[in-house]
């Protein structure tokens, strides 16, 4: 197993689990926020999600309050705002540090395997393959189904 799908993380709901869980399947993980300018592209990755899920596609949010306080809720009311809002059905993770001396392993490694360059911003999204391999970062501004991420996931799904 590779050293990605051993990384330990919380799930919104408080619960611990692994990269792992999602072992064999595609992942787009992206930190998000609620109160950000690019908080519309919930609903372009909620589309990437069902357009992709039954082909091994899943889109992780990762809850990040780090960039202007515009994730200021807490770990439920994320996940109802997602919800609610947006219709969100994929995982959330609980509120996560993406940089500086607090940030989370998943992201210390998500960054040490793209260049090791900072998060820039709410909405940065990582391509990971079914083998826990980063295949592709894209900034922020990138829209969810932009052509350059859905021709990513269509070469990389794993079924």
């Not at 408080?14 to 592209?41: K, R």
């Not at 609610?84 to 490694?109: C, D, I, R």
Request: proline fraction near 6%; charged fraction near 20%; aromatic fraction near 8%.
């Amino acid at each position: 197993m590779s050293t990605f799908k051993n990384l330990k993380i919380t799930l919104n709901d408080g619960s611990p689990a692994t990269m792992g869980l999602w072992d064999g399947h595609l992942l787009l993980v992206v930190n998000v926020a609620s109160q950000c300018g690019l908080t519309p592209q919930y609903e372009g990755l909620q589309r990437l999600y069902e357009t992709y899920k039954e082909r091994g596609l899943v889109v992780v949010g990762v809850p990040c309050n780090q960039f202007r306080g515009q994730e200021p809720g807490t770990n439920a009311e994320v996940c109802s705002f997602a919800q609610n809002t947006y219709g969100v059905s994929f995982p959330l993770l609980a509120k996560t540090e993406v940089n500086g001396e607090n940030a989370h392993p998943l992201y210390k490694h998500l960054k040490a395997e793209t260049g090791g360059e900072e998060i820039g911003w709410n909405f940065e999204k990582f391509l990971v393959d079914a083998e826990g391999n980063i295949i592709e970062r894209f900034a922020p501004q990138v829209e969810p189904e932009s052509a350059d991420i859905v021709r990513a996931i269509e070469a990389n799904l794993p079924r």
